[in-house]
C-alpha cells in the first residue's frame, strides 16, 4: 500500500522545498560568530558585587554606545558576574574597545546654544550668535568647538574643559547643543528618584554636601538663574539652563529656576512620562556605568582570519561530503543514493533553521558549529547505514527482500531513536548547564539529531519501502547493495574457523 | 582483509570473546599511562584556562628568534612564539592585566605588524568554564545512566559509561602526552566523543539485546555465544558508520588545517579522529565484554552455559571453557521458526500479526506476502 508512503514523501519533499524557498525570498542568511567573519568580543567583570539592575543599566548604556558603531549584530547580554559584549563584524576594533570598556563621566555643562539645524556649515561658529544666545568665548571665536564630519562632537575630542556639540539622548530630529565647559560631573550626586508631585513626573535629585556637590551647583545655578554670558538665555528662556551629559548624550536640559538650593531639594520636571523619569534618574543615579567593570576575556579575530577559517570549513565540509557520497554509493548503491537525499533533506531543514535563527534571533553560527554540523554528517548516515545493514542480515536469514524491508524499518528506526534520544538528552544537558561556545555546539548538535530522525522517519523510510514495491528492487538486489535473496547460503560450514 | 570479506558477507568471522581479555589488558595499559601522563605532566591548558594575552601577528618576514627578541625586549622573554602560517607569528605571554595588553598590542603593531587576532583572558574565566563543564559532565553521566537502564538494562547502563569513560580519559590522555593544547574547542570536541562513543555503543547493545530476544529461548548458546553473533553481525554497520563519520573530520584535518591553515580546525580534528576510532572500538570490546561478564553470572545464564558445556564435554570436545562457538546461519534461521507461531500452511492468508515496534521477545515470522498481482 504506497498510499502512506507517498503521503509521508510528498509531505516532506514539500516541507523541504518550502523552506528553501521562504529562507531564499525572506532573504534569511546564517549569521555568521566572531571567529567566522571577524569581530571583537569582551566580557566584562564587576570589580564589585552587582545587583541585576546595575548589570541591566550597563547593559543598556553599552549598547546605547555600541548603537554608534554600525554593527549589524551586536550582541550584549547580561552573565552573571558582569556584561558579555560582541561585536562581530565590526569595522572600528580600536573605537569598539575602548567605548565598551571606558567608564563615562556624568557631566553638567551650561546650555550655550541649541540648533535645529542639521546642515554643518550652519553650525560655524557665528551661527550660533544671532539666532541663539552663545557663551561668550565661543561667540568671540577665541575657542572653536570640535566638530566631526556628522555635525557633532566625537566621543573622542568630548574633554571635560572643552565646548562641544551633543544631541539629545534618544532623540533623532537632529536637535544639537552647544554646550560649554563641564562644571560639575557624576561625583557629586548622592541619589536621584522618579517623584509623582504636582500630578506630573518629575525627578528628584540629591547632592552631596561641599565644593563637590552642593556647593559647585550653586556657583553654577546662580550663574544659569541670572543669565551670565557664561550660561546665557537660550530661545527665549527667562532663565539659562544646564544640560547633564552622559556619554556623549544630553540627558536632560533643565532651566535653571532659582539661584540657590538645598542639597537635596532640587527638581527636575520636564514634562516626563513614568518611563522617562525612570530612565532620567537611573542615569543620574549611577552616573555613567552603574558598576565598574573590568575586561576579563578580550578576542580580537581580523576580518581575513575569520573570512579564512570559514573557507576552510566549508570546503573541508564540502570535501567531506564528496568523499560520504562516494562510499556511499560505492557501498549500498541506490540505496546509497537514497542516504544521500535524506542527507539532503536534512541539509535543507537544517540551513533553513540556521538561517532563521540568524536572521530572527541573532544567534550567530561560530566555528564550532559549523565542526558540530560537519560532523552530524557521519552520524545521519549512520542511521540509514543501521537500517541498510539490517536489511543485508535478513534477506541473508532467508527473508525475501520485501519483507525485510516492511519488518526492518521498525526495528532499525528503534535502535535509531534510542541512540538519537542519548544524543539530544547530552544536547540538552549542554544547552542548560554551560555557556558559550560549548551551548551553540549543543544546539546545533540537538537540531542535526531531531532532523535526522526527522527525515529518516519521513524520507528514508517511506522511500525504501516505495523503491521495495517495483519488480526492479525484486529482480536485482544487487543494485541495491543487498545480497541475492533467499536460501541460506551452503558453503557456510567452511568459513567456520576463520577469525580475526 | 578476508576478514572484512567474510563480515561482508555476512559470515561470523570474528570471535569476539577470544579478542576481549587482550582487549581489556591493552585498554587498561593506555588508560593508566593515560592517567600517569595526566597526574605526572597535566594538561596543555590554553589561554583560555590560565589566562594570560595571545597576538597574532601579520608579520611575513619575522622569524621566531626574531620576534623572541623584539618580546624579550618589552619584558617579556618567556613568552611563547610559534609561526602559525608562512605570514602569522603566534605570541603567548601570561599578561594578565588588560590595560597593559592592550599597551604590547599597540606595540606589536608598531614593530612588528598588523595584529590579526588578539585575545586577553583574566584567570577566572576558565575556572567559571570548567566548572559549569563539570557540573554538566556529571549530570549528563547520571542522566544518560538512568536513561540506558530504562530503555535497555541497568548492567547495559554500566557498560555503557565504562566504554564512554574510557574513551574520555584516552582521549584526554593523546592531549596529555602529546602535550596538545586545550582550548574550548578540544571540550567540544571531547563532548562531541562522548557522544558519538554512547550513540555507537547503544547501536551496538540494541543490536545484542534482538539477537539475544531471538536466541536466547532456545537455550542452546550461551550468552558470550550469543553476543558474538550480535557483534560479528553489527561489525560492518560500526565500520561503515566509523568510516562515514571519520571521512568528514579527516577533510577537516587535511583540507582544512594542513592545505587551507586554519588552525582551530586542526585541534578539533585530531581529537575527533580519535575519539571515533576508540569510540566504535569500546562499543564493541569494552561494553560488550562487561555486559557479556555481568550476563553471564546470571542464573539463567550460567545455567544455560553449565548445560551447553556440559554437552560439549560429552562430545568429547576439548577444554571449552575459552571456546566460543559461531551460530551458523542456519541456525538463527531455525531458531525463529521454531520460535514462530505455528502458521496456516502454504503460507496463506493467516492473520496479520501487527508490525513489531521493537525487538520483543521471540523471533517474528516474515510478514506474509501480500497478494496482488
Known amino acids: 500500500m504506497p498510499r502512506r508512503q507517498l503521503a509521508l514523501l510528498t509531505g516532506i519533499l514539500s516541507v523541504s522545498i518550502l523552506a528553501s524557498v521562504m529562507t531564499v525570498v525572506w532573504g534569511n542568511e546564517p549569521l555568521l560568530g566572531l571567529d567566522l567573519q571577524g569581530g571583537v568580543s569582551v566580557r566584562l567583570a564587576a570589580t564589585e558585587p552587582a545587583t541585576e539592575e546595575m548589570l541591566d543599566q550597563a547593559v543598556s548604556i553599552i549598547r546605547d554606545r555600541v548603537d554608534g558603531l554600525g554593527v549589524a549584530e551586536p550582541e550584549i547580554s547580561r552573565t552573571e558576574t558582569g556584561v558579555m559584549v560582541s561585536l562581530p563584524g565590526v569595522d572600528d576594533q580600536e573605537r569598539a574597545l575602548s567605548l565598551v570598556g571606558t567608564t563615562a563621566e556624568l557631566r553638567f555643562r551650561p546650555v550655550c546654544g541649541i540648533s535645529n539645524t542639521a546642515r554643518p556649515e550652519a553650525l560655524a561658529v557665528g551661527s550660533w550668535s544671532g539666532i541663539h544666545a552663545a557663551c561668550s568665548e565661543v561667540e568671540s571665536g577665541a575657542v572653536v568647538p570640535a566638530i566631526g564630519t556628522n555635525g557633532y562632537t566625537d566621543p573622542e575630542d568630548d574633554l571635560i574643559e572643552d565646548f562641544v556639540v551633543l544631541g539629545l539622548r534618544g532623540d533623532a530630529s537632529g536637535q544639537r547643543y552647544l554646550l560649554g565647559p563641564s562644571v560639575l560631573t557624576g561625583e557629586a550626586i548622592a541619589d536621584a528618584n522618579p517623584l509623582f508631585i504636582d500630578y506630573q513626573w518629575q525627578v528628584g535629585l540629591d547632592l552631596h554636601k561641599g565644593s563637590v556637590g552642593v556647593d559647585g551647583f550653586n556657583d553654577i545655578a546662580a550663574r544659569c538663574f541670572a543669565g551670565d554670558p557664561t550660561c546665557p538665555r537660550v530661545e527665549g528662556s527667562p532663565n539659562g539652563r544646564l544640560a547633564i551629559v552622559l556619554d556623549g548624550q544630553v540627558v536632560t536640559a533643565p532651566s535653571i529656576r532659582a539661584p540657590e538650593f538645598q542639597h537635596d531639594a532640587i527638581l527636575i520636571s520636564g514634562g516626563f512620562e513614568k518611563a522617562e523619569a525612570d530612565d532620567v534618574s537611573l542615569a543620574l543615579r549611577y552616573g555613567a556605568l552603574p558598576v565598574e567593570l573590568e575586561p576579563e576575556n578580550t578576542r580580537v579575530v581580523s576580518a581575513t582570519i575569520g573570512?579564512?577559517?570559514?573557507?576552510?570549513?566549508?570546503?573541508?565540509?564540502?570535501?567531506?561530503?564528496?568523499?560520504?557520497?562516494?562510499?556511499?554509493?560505492?557501498?549500498?548503491?541506490?540505496?546509497?543514493l537514497v542516504a544521500l537525499a535524506s542527507l539532503a533533506i536534512s541539509g535543507a531543514l537544517l540551513w533553513a533553521i540556521v538561517a532563521h535563527l540568524g536572521t530572527q534571533s541573532g544567534l550567530a553560527l561560530t566555528l564550532a558549529g559549523v565542526t558540530g554540523l560537519i560532523v552530524a554528517i557521519g552520524v545521519s548516515v549512520d542511521s540509514n547505514v543501521v537500517y541498510f545493514e539490517h536489511l543485508k542480515e535478513d534477506v541473508r536469514d532467508g527473508r525475501?527482500?520485501?519483507?525485510?524491508?516492511?519488518?526492518?524499518?521498525?526495528?532499525?528506526?528503534?535502535?535509531?531513536?534510542?541512540?538519537?534520544?542519548?544524543?539530544?538528552?547530552?544536547?540538552?544537558?549542554?544547552?542548560?548547564?554551560?555557556?558559550?561556545?560549548?551551548?551553540?555546539?549543543?544546539?546545533?548538535?540537538?537540531?542535526?539529531?531531531?532532523?535526522?530522525?526527522?527525515?529518516?522517519?519521513?524520507?528514508?523510510?517511506?522511500?525504501?519501502?516505495?523503491?521495495?514495491?517495483?519488480?526492479?528492487?525484486?529482480?536485482?538486489?544487487?543494485?541495491?547493495?543487498?545480497?541475492?535473496?533467499?536460501?541460506?547460503?551452503?558453503?557456510?560450514?567452511?568459513?567456520?574457523?576463520?577469525?580475526? | 582483509m578476508k576478514t572484512l570479506r567474510a563480515l561482508y558477507r555476512g559470515?561470523?568471522?570474528?570471535?569476539?570473546?577470544?579478542?576481549?581479555?587482550?582487549?581489556?589488558?591493552?585498554?587498561?595499559?593506555?588508560?593508566?599511562?593515560?592517567?600517569?601522563?595526566?597526574?605526572?605532566?597535566?594538561?596543555?591548558?590554553?589561554?583560555?584556562?590560565?589566562?594570560?594575552?595571545?597576538?597574532?601577528?601579520?608579520?611575513?618576514?619575522?622569524?621566531?628568534?626574531?620576534?623572541?627578541?623584539?618580546?624579550?625586549?618589552?619584558?617579556?622573554?618567556?613568552?611563547?612564539?610559534?609561526?602559525?602560517?608562512?605570514d602569522i607569528v603566534l605570541i603567548r605571554s601570561d599578561v594578565q592585566d588588560p590595560t597593559r595588553a592592550v599597551e604590547i598590542r599597540d606595540e606589536l603593531i608598531a614593530g612588528l605588524g598588523p595584529v590579526v587576532a588578539f585575545e586577553q583572558v583574566g584567570p577566572t574565566w576558565g575556572e567559571e568554564v570548567t566548572d559549569k563543564a563539570v557540573t554538566a559532565l556529571i549530570v549528563f553521566f547520571v542522566v544518560v545512566a538512568l536513561?540506558?537502564?530504562?530503555?535497555?538494562?541497568?548492567?547495559?547502563?554500566?557498560?555503557?559509561?565504562?566504554?564512554?569513560?574510557?574513551?574520555?580519559?584516552?582521549?584526554?590522555?593523546?592531549?596529555?602526552?602529546?602535550?596538545?593544547?586545550?582550548?574550548?574547542?578540544?571540550?567540544?570536541?571531547?563532548?562531541?566523543?562522548?557522544?558519538?562513543?554512547?550513540?555507537?555503543?547503544?547501536?551496538?547493545?540494541?543490536?545484542?539485546?534482538?539477537?539475544?530476544?531471538?536466541?536466547?529461548?532456545?537455550?542452546?548458546?550461551?550468552?558470550?555465544?550469543?553476543?558474538?553473533?550480535?557483534?560479528?553481525?553489527?561489525?560492518?554497520?560500526?565500520?561503515?558508520?566509523?568510516?562515514?563519520?571519520?571521512?568528514?573530520?579527516?577533510?577537516?584535518?587535511?583540507?582544512?588545517?594542513?592545505?587551507?591553515?586554519?588552525?582551530?580546525?586542526?585541534?578539533?580534528?585530531?581529537?575527533?579522529?580519535?575519539?571515533?576510532?576508540?569510540?566504535?572500538?569500546?562499543?564493541?570490546?569494552?561494553?560488550?565484554?562487561?555486559?557479556?561478564?555481568?550476563?553471564?553470572?546470571?542464573?539463567?545464564?550460567?545455567?544455560?552455559?553449565?548445560?551447553?558445556?556440559?554437552?560439549?564435554?560429552?562430545?568429547?570436545?576439548?577444554?571449552?571453557?575459552?571456546?566460543?562457538?559461531?551460530?551458523?546461519?542456519?541456525?538463527?534461521?531455525?531458531?525463529?521458526?521454531?520460535?514462530?507461531?505455528?502458521?496456516?500452511?502454504?503460507?496463506g492468508p493467516a492473520k496479520r500479526r501487527p508490525a513489531m515496534t521493537a525487538p520483543s521477545g521471540g523471533g517474528v515470522p516474515p510478514r506474509p506476502r501480500k497478494k496482488k498481482r
Open chain 2, 147 to 347: 536513561y540506558i537502564a530504562v530503555r535497555l538494562e541497568w548492567k547495559m547502563a554500566l557498560g555503557a559509561l565504562v566504554a564512554v569513560a574510557h574513551d574520555i580519559v584516552l582521549s584526554v590522555g593523546v592531549y596529555s602526552v602529546f602535550r596538545f593544547e586545550i582550548t574550548p574547542a578540544t571540550v567540544i570536541a571531547f563532548l562531541t566523543i562522548m557522544g558519538y562513543s554512547l550513540y555507537d555503543t547503544i547501536v551496538v547493545y540494541d543490536k545484542v539485546r534482538e539477537i539475544v530476544g531471538r536466541l536466547g529461548a532456545t537455550e542452546r548458546y550461551t550468552y558470550p555465544e550469543l553476543m558474538n553473533l550480535a557483534l560479528n553481525r553489527v561489525a560492518m554497520r560500526s565500520i561503515n558508520t566509523s568510516v562515514t563519520s571519520a571521512i568528514p573530520v579527516l577533510s577537516m584535518l587535511l583540507v582544512g588545517s594542513v592545505v587551507m591553515g586554519a588552525t582551530t580546525l586542526r585541534e578539533f580534528a585530531v581529537a575527533l579522529m580519535v575519539g571515533i576510532v576508540v569510540g566504535s572500538y569500546s562499543s564493541l570490546f569494552l561494553a560488550a565484554s562487561l555486559v557479556s561478564a555481568l550476563k553471564e553470572r546470571e542464573e539463567r545464564w550460567r545455567l544455560i552455559g553449565d548445560k551447553v558445556r556440559g554437552r560439549l564435554d560429552g562430545d568429547g570436545a576439548d577444554d571449552s571453557t575459552t571456546h566460543t562457538r559461531t551460530i551458523e546461519r542456519s541456525d538463527v534461521v531455525a531458531a525463529d521458526t521454531r520460535a514462530a507461531p505455528r502458521r496456516a500452511p502454504g503460507g
Open chain 2, 11 to 86: 559470515e561470523s568471522p570474528i570471535d569476539f570473546p577470544a579478542l576481549w581479555r587482550p582487549a581489556i589488558v591493552g585498554s587498561i595499559t593506555i588508560v593508566v599511562v593515560g592517567l600517569l601522563s595526566f597526574a605526572i605532566l597535566g594538561l596543555n591548558l590554553g589561554l583560555d584556562f590560565e589566562g594570560g594575552t595571545s597576538y597574532e601577528v601579520r608579520a611575513p618576514d619575522a622569524t621566531v628568534a626574531d620576534t623572541r627578541e623584539f618580546v624579550a625586549d618589552l619584558g617579556y622573554p618567556e613568552a611563547r612564539i610559534q609561526l602559525v602560517d608562512d
Open chain 1, 400 to 500: 525475501t527482500a520485501r519483507s525485510s524491508v516492511d519488518r526492518g524499518f521498525p526495528i532499525a528506526f528503534s535502535t535509531i531513536v534510542k541512540a538519537d534520544l542519548a544524543s539530544l538528552i547530552g544536547a540538552g544537558l549542554l544547552w542548560a548547564l554551560t555557556v558559550g561556545a560549548v551551548r551553540g555546539f549543543a544546539l546545533y548538535l540537538g537540531l542535526a539529531t531531531i532532523l535526522d530522525l526527522v527525515a529518516t522517519y519521513f524520507f528514508m523510510g517511506p522511500m525504501v519501502r516505495l523503491l521495495a514495491g517495483t519488480r526492479w528492487f525484486a529482480e536485482h538486489p544487487e543494485r541495491f547493495g543487498l545480497p541475492a535473496s533467499g536460501a541460506v547460503p551452503a558453503r557456510r560450514s567452511a568459513n567456520a574457523e576463520v577469525s580475526a
Open chain 1, 307 to 336: 573570512e579564512d577559517s570559514l573557507r576552510a570549513g566549508v570546503v573541508a565540509g564540502l570535501v567531506g561530503l564528496l568523499l560520504v557520497a562516494v562510499f556511499i554509493v560505492g557501498y549500498y548503491r541506490i540505496l546509497g
